[in-house]
């Protein structure tokens, strides 16, 4: 790299070996932080956060999480794993707190009328 007279510290010229990414579709610019080439693992994960408010969601972000697991294992340059396991784990939890609730309004009714 030439330097330039007047600055040493400032390149009059680029250096010539640096790899710039392709149009190959493999980086993206959220750093692979949102996977949205695995859409079945990022629908997951926004339905596992809300079946914790709404717990019958819980099932299909259960069911999109192990579909976007396969899809990451299929293709691993796809990105997703994280997210499709929130979902999953957060699934299971609200189906789990769903029925705690149901069980525990069904007793309340029956020591009520029991």
């Known amino acids: 790299m030439a ?3 007047e600055n040493p510290y400032r390149a009059t010229s ?9 149009g190959s579709g493999e ?3 959220t750093g692979g932080l949102i996977p949205y080439k695995n859409p079945k693992a990022l629908i997951a994960y926004y339905l596992g956060i809300g079946s914790l408010l709404i717990f019958p969601l819980g099932f299909v972000s259960i069911v999109l999480g192990f579909m976007g ?3 990451r294992k299929r293709n691993p340059v796809i990105k997703g794993s994280a997210h499709a396991w929130i979902g999953i784990v957060l699934g299971g939890l609200s ?11 069904f007793a309340g009714i029956a020591s009520r009328n029991g």
Request: glycine share 10%; with cysteine; hydrophobic share 40%.
């Open 3 to 5: 330097k330039n007279p």
């Open 14 to 22: 680029r250096p010539q070996n640096v790899v710039r990414p392709s």
């Open 27 to 29: 980086g993206d610019a």
């Open 69 to 71: 697991l396969a899809d």
């Open 95 to 105: 189906i789990l707190c769903g029925i705690g609730l149901i069980l525990t309004i």
